[in-house]
């Protein structure tokens, strides 16, 4: 725990002006990130007397070990860059919102040839018109077909729509009028896109004009006796109108708005917003947080705004948005938001009126969003804490483990050997943590060996990242074989505060087997002088608990959770490795002599193919004639053609069916099939 007197700044060296500061910690992360109209007034408060903090704002300050700040010229300035600090080091203080399920929205691929309706899911993609996000994505698909019999648009995915167009007939949406069937050319590319048009204009609310043109040609076709047209143009009214029903009105001035409520208590912050576009509630969601800083509601709806519209522009930014509390730069935060639209943009508190009736709906979603996250949470803190108690008991651990790193070794018969490394904080995966290693040091099936090295590589990083920032001294490194010298690549990582790969040691790990492999861990431990981590190993056959120099093993109850904890990680590991054992054996499987060439890339080698039509047929040519390949200098020929020499050529392929020779004319992908005979 740091001193905050230790690092604070000298009184007049920071400047009374806006901008955005950034707390340290002794190994150089950032670990909160700031905006303030003066930075003198704001990171003055920071040093205070301890007592008269925030208990979160003195966790914080005590943590950090420095700070430092920018200076902008203008409060919209801060509070952007603050957005995308927050964004890019991800700091542990700051809040951060999640989102408590993946919400879908209604897309329209307008970036395609032949835009295409579909739902999705995800971060939102360059050119793709989006509505929403809805509840449920049965909702979605209800609307889309009620609307698909107005506006025939593709809803295929691009294997369907290619393949019919090969076969020339289009499938059933095209035969029952749900589709104008782009793909066999019933409609040309540029009507398709104009119905696209439509079908988005109707989405975005602008629904009274399209009525009322349709009812004007019903009654035109009425007057002229085309009574089946009138009888269809009348039945596509009532499917829009069936559509539009699905989203009721809540606002009656067609108001385009986002509601934000915000339900909180002292350690928790739920946030739902309503999407309503031209009266009509047309999307929802809603974000739960840690409150993790000192921060109030305004302050949290100011999060929830930046994380909503940070990457938003055009009118996906509404002209209003009604919140339950102003946030303190509410010009500032007021100017961003117009220009993120490129208009004017309303930030207010709803008085009166069906405005305030709705933010009070909207304000109650909040409310059982957050009482039904405490209802999970409590019984799953509950199950995680036990386990971790369990293990820490059973292992005779001074604490609970909140960092578990498992190790697992795979191959296919001494091939392809790899090794995994899964993380588990507090119970639960850490994915982003998750590392995969390639055994060097020698070939062949030797699990304890892998095991040996890859623990001996995970530490000596770890080892690697104390000794940049100082928390070890090159005395201590002297002793640790393969950690100064060659292994130590001093530009690998800056410190720019962004986390470290291996920067976070574990206090348990985790290898998938028995006593060779156990000892083998904590020999590669000992050897790196590190003594503060323990060691424990689970073998499949009993589930049996290894520690190291013990002859018996720990047996934990087949009820235990702590057991259960175990073998989820255990579990993790072992996917974890297979995935990319097996990945990286098709890699090898797939591999052609071609991408054994140093320096030709795939647009080369596809080039290369194209040209020669087949590897055989590139393996004769002669350099110059390589060179002729656009792209191909002389140098590069040369390779490849020393390279083709080398390679040895498979056996041909032979026919099972008339015992007949196959000769090798197929154009491979970048000249690997062509040569692997029969293997495919």
């Not at 018969?413 to 995994?420: E, H, L, N, P």
């Amino acid at each position: 725990m740091a001193d905050p007197s230790s690092y604070r700044p000298e009184p007049g060296q920071i400047p009374d002006s806006p901008g955005v500061y950034k707390f340290r910690d002794e190994h150089r992360r950032v670990i909160y990130v700031g905006k303030a109209k003066s930075l003198r007034q704001r990171l003055a408060s920071y040093f205070q007397d301890l007592a008269g903090l925030h208990p979160r704002t003195a966790t914080m300050v005590t943590t950090a070990a420095s700070v430092e700040w920018t200076v902008v010229s203008t409060e919209v300035e801060a509070l952007q860059l603050e957005y995308s600090w927050i964004k890019e080091f991800d700091p542990r203080f700051n809040v951060k919102y999640r989102d408590d399920k993946s919400y879908p929205s209604l897309a329209v691929t307008m970036n395609e040839d032949y835009p295409r309706v579909q739902v999705m899911r995800g971060p939102k993609k360059k050119g793709v018109r989006y509505f929403g996000p809805y509840g449920h994505a049965w909702a979605i698909r209800e609307t889309v077909d009620l609307m698909l019999r107005v506006f025939p648009v593709r809803t295929c995915s691009a294997g369907v729509f290619k393949r019919s167009a090969q076969i020339g007939r289009p499938c059933l949406l095209g035969y029952i009028g749900k589709c104008s069937a782009p793909c066999v050319g019933r409609v040309t590319p540029e009507e398709h896109r104009e119905l696209a048009e439509d079908f988005c204009d109707f989405m975005a609310g602008r629904t009274g004009t399209y009525l009322t043109r349709l009812e004007q040609q019903m009654h035109e076709a009425a007057e002229e006796m085309e009574y089946e047209k009138a009888a269809r143009l009348r039945d596509d009214i009532g499917a829009l109108r069936r559509a539009m029903e699905k989203n009721a009105v809540v606002l009656a001035d067609a108001t385009d708005a986002d509601l934000f409520a915000v339900a909180e208590d002292e350690l928790e912050a739920a946030v739902q917003i309503f999407h309503v576009r031209g009266g009509r509630v047309r999307g929802q969601r809603g974000w739960v947080t840690d409150k993790v800083e000192a921060v109030d509601t305004a302050g949290l709806v100011e999060h929830a705004l930046q994380q909503l519209y940070g990457e938003e522009k055009g009118e996906a930014v509404p002209k209003e948005v009604l919140v339950p509390a102003l946030p303190e730069d509410t010009p500032a935060l007021s100017q961003w938001l117009a220009e993120r639209r490129g208009s004017q943009v309303s930030l207010r508190i709803p008085q009166r009126g069906d405005k305030k009736a709705l933010m009070e709906t909207v304000h109650r979603n909040a409310q059982q969003s957050l009482a039904l996250h405490k209802t999970k949470r409590a019984a799953d803190l509950t199950t995680r804490s036990r386990a971790l108690e369990e293990i820490a008991e059973a292992l005779e651990l001074d604490g609970a483990p909140l960092r578990i790193e498992c190790f697992d070794i795979s191959h296919l018969q001494g091939d392809d050997v790899v090794a995994s490394m899964v993380v588990f904080e507090d119970g639960l995966a850490r994915k982003g943590e998750y590392r995969r290693f390639q055994i060097k040091s020698f070939e062949g099936q030797d699990d304890v060996r892998s095991m040996h090295e890859v623990v001996s590589r995970r530490f000596r990083r770890y080892l690697q990242e104390k000794l940049k920032t100082g928390e070890w001294s090159p005395e201590d490194a002297a002793g640790a074989p393969g950690v100064v010298g060659g292994e130590v690549d001093q530009d690998a990582a800056e410190d720019d505060g962004r986390p470290k790969r291996f920067a976070y040691p574990p206090q348990l790990v985790v290898v998938d087997g028995g006593q060779p492999q156990v000892a083998a861990a904590k020999r590669a431990l000992e050897e790196l002088g590190i003594d503060d981590v323990a060691v424990c190993g689970l073998a499949k056959r009993l589930e049996e608990v290894w520690l190291p120099g013990e002859d018996d093993p720990v047996v934990l109850p087949r009820s235990s959770e702590g057991l259960y904890l175990l073998q989820r990680v255990r579990d993790e590991a072992h996917r974890f490795a297979i995935q990319y054992q097996r990945n990286k054996r098709g890699k090898r499987l797939k591999a052609g002599p071609l991408d054994e060439v140093p320096g030709l890339g795939e647009s080369r080698r596809l080039a290369l193919i194209k040209h020669f039509g087949s590897v055989k047929k590139l393996r004769q040519a002669t350099i110059d004639q390589i060179c002729e390949v656009p792209g191909i200098g002389r140098k590069t020929a040369e390779t490849v053609a020393v390279a083709l020499a080398q390679a040895v050529p498979a056996g041909p392929a032979v026919n099972t069916a008339t015992g007949e020779i196959i000769e090798d004319e197929t154009p491979a992908s970048a000249g690997a099939a062509s040569d692997r005979g029969t293997e495919q």
